[in-house]
């Protein structure tokens, strides 16, 4: 759902889009697939590499890169984790030529099912470079249609198990 403009992050307005889905797959295998960065490429066809993140995992203050193709583009987007409480909440600040904050929240739901709910806050900047990619995402379906898209990679992930 797009929830429209919202002010964070001082007087620059954010575009704020989330989703929420049921996973068939416990609590903790969500977390397991969700928590780690080096799935990204699996989904999202922009994002073409991932380096820098740890083999032993995320903590507070992890930083990694993000490679992104699209529309023949190519840029770099910079990742921290800002906040993690595993395994139902994390938050990482994006960087580069897409300003964003990411929340992901994990609950237990009955019979070893999981609610995954993303939610992110962004802006693209970077002039000319910027204006092309916020277009190709409108052509794309915008920014929501993206997000869902991505989320039901993650649950089948999950579920695959």
């Given at each position: 759902?797009?929830?429209?403009?919202?002010?964070?992050?001082?007087?620059?307005?954010?575009?704020?889009?989330?989703?929420?889905?049921?996973?068939?797959?416990?609590?903790?295998?969500?977390?397991?697939?969700?928590?780690?960065?080096?799935?990204?490429?699996?989904?999202?066809?922009?994002?073409?590499?991932?380096?820098?993140?740890?083999?032993?995992?995320?903590?507070?203050?992890?930083?990694?890169?993000?490679?992104?193709?699209?529309?023949?583009?190519?840029?770099?987007?910079?990742?921290?984790?800002?906040?993690?409480?595993?395994p139902s909440y994390?938050?990482?600040?994006?960087?580069?030529?897409?300003?964003?904050?990411?929340?992901?929240?994990?609950a237990a739901l009955?019979?070893?099912?999981?609610?995954?709910?993303?939610?992110?806050?962004?802006?693209?900047?970077?002039?000319?470079?910027?204006?092309?990619?916020?277009r190709g995402l409108?052509?794309?379906?915008?920014?929501?249609?993206?997000?869902?898209?991505?989320?039901?990679?993650?649950?089948?992930?999950?579920?695959?198990?």
């Amino acid at each position: 759902m797009v929830e429209g403009l919202v002010e964070r992050y001082g007087d620059r307005p954010m575009t704020r889009v989330s989703t929420t889905v049921e996973v068939e797959a416990p609590l903790e295998r969500v977390w397991e697939v969700v928590s780690d960065p080096r799935n990204l490429p699996r989904w999202d066809r922009h994002i073409t590499a991932v380096e820098g993140v740890p083999d032993s995992g995320l903590e507070e203050g992890t930083t990694y890169e993000t490679e992104l193709r699209f529309m023949g583009l190519h840029s770099h987007v910079h990742a921290e984790v800002e906040e993690l409480d595993p395994p139902s909440y994390a938050r990482i600040r994006l960087s580069g030529l897409l300003e964003a904050e990411v929340i992901t929240r994990l609950a237990a739901l009955d019979g070893g099912r999981t609610r995954l709910e993303q939610v992110v806050d962004f802006e693209f900047r970077g002039g000319t470079l910027a204006r092309m990619a916020s277009r190709g995402l409108r052509l794309t379906g915008g920014p929501a249609i993206a997000l869902r898209r991505g989320v039901a990679a993650q649950k089948r992930q999950a579920e695959e198990g």
